[in-house]
């Protein structure tokens, strides 16, 4: 029988390992040593709180679930209830298969079908390669409808440091901006420099996480020469994890995983960082800010690209 998270891909180069589970194209384990680098779930475990999954056809929030695109107004499926937004895109719970795997790499790939809310096909490929450099994972998403359509797209990783909880690790994020959101539905308000609140915000000089609570975008990220950014979650050791990525996305979500009621055993395991091409909101815009929302045209592609490494 296949397990509850979908069929299962293991690769493998030289100390790394992961496997990848075919329902929502999950990164289910990234290990480098035996040394866990995101917070994994089991493959008979019904994936919990998107935890690794591929984003598609937008990461974030659609607010109230509904937008107006090329003057005609769409109402998505309230995929969180709670706050009453349409949640992390279309193409979490559906199931990829693979067009190829060798020891080191696997491709998967489907469709996001046309469909109330969403009346776009959208093919969706995405890559996970292990190598010296770690794990990365490319995104191309093809527009194969007779229209353009709005797209974005990024991964859900909670990263791990190693011993501890999030509280215990230091984390440096060169990021100059912040999307300020409502603090009960999260909905994006305006932007604001890391500036505003720096004892919650600012990561630039790399400090502890200690008790900050995060569910927050941010952006006008530095970007090293060679185009990428660059985070880092440390040990008081100074081992960790890194995640870097490019141009592709000007955005990424940091969320500190708080569940002290719903979820207590996962209560601040791991610090999910989600690199996207567009800011949350933005299928509906946010005025003054560039959301970096992407419009296929048909038959056009995009591209993006996410790697996530270990510090020793």
């Avoid at 970007?223 to 040990?235: A, M, N």
């Amino acid at each position: 029988m296949v397990p509850t998270s979908g069929k299962q891909y293991e690769i493998k180069f030289d100390g790394y390992s992961a496997v990848i589970a075919s329902v929502g194209a999950s990164l289910r384990v990234l290990r480098h040593d035996g040394r866990d680098l995101v917070v994994p779930f089991d493959s008979a475990e019904l994936r919990p709180a998107y935890r690794g999954c591929t984003l598609a056809p937008w990461p974030n929030r659609v607010v109230d679930g509904r937008y107006v695109f090329d003057g005609t107004q769409f109402q998505l499926p309230l995929t969180e209830p709670a706050r009453a937004h349409a949640l992390h895109g279309l193409a979490a719970w559906i199931s990829y298969d693979a067009t190829g795997w060798a020891d080191d790499r696997v491709t998967l790939a489907a469709w996001i079908e046309p469909q109330n809310g969403y009346p776009w096909r959208i093919g969706i490929e995405t890559t996970y390669v292990l190598n010296v450099n770690g794990l990365t994972q490319t995104v191309v998403a093809t527009n194969q409808s007779e229209s353009r359509a709005p797209f974005g797209t990024g991964p859900h990783p909670y990263l791990v440091a190693g011993p501890g909880v999030v509280d215990d690790w230091t984390f440096s994020l060169p990021a100059s901006s912040v999307l300020n959101v409502t603090p009960d539905r999260l909905a994006p308000v305006a932007l604001a420099s890391v500036e505003s609140d720096p004892s919650r915000f600012d990561f630039r000089q790399p400090r502890r996480i200690a008790a900050v609570e995060l569910d927050h975008a941010f952006t006008d990220l530095h970007r090293e020469s060679s185009g990428d950014t660059e985070v880092r979650l440390t040990t008081p050791s100074g081992a960790g994890v890194l995640m870097s990525w490019n141009r592709d996305c000007p955005w990424v979500q940091v969320h500190t995983a708080d569940q002290p009621d719903a979820d207590p055993s996962t209560h601040r395991i791991g610090l999910a960082v989600e690199p996207m091409t567009c800011a949350p909101g933005a299928f509906n815009g946010i005025p003054g800010v560039d959301t970096g929302l992407l419009v296929l045209q048909p038959g056009s592609t995009a591209t993006a690209s996410w790697r996530i490494a270990a510090i020793s």
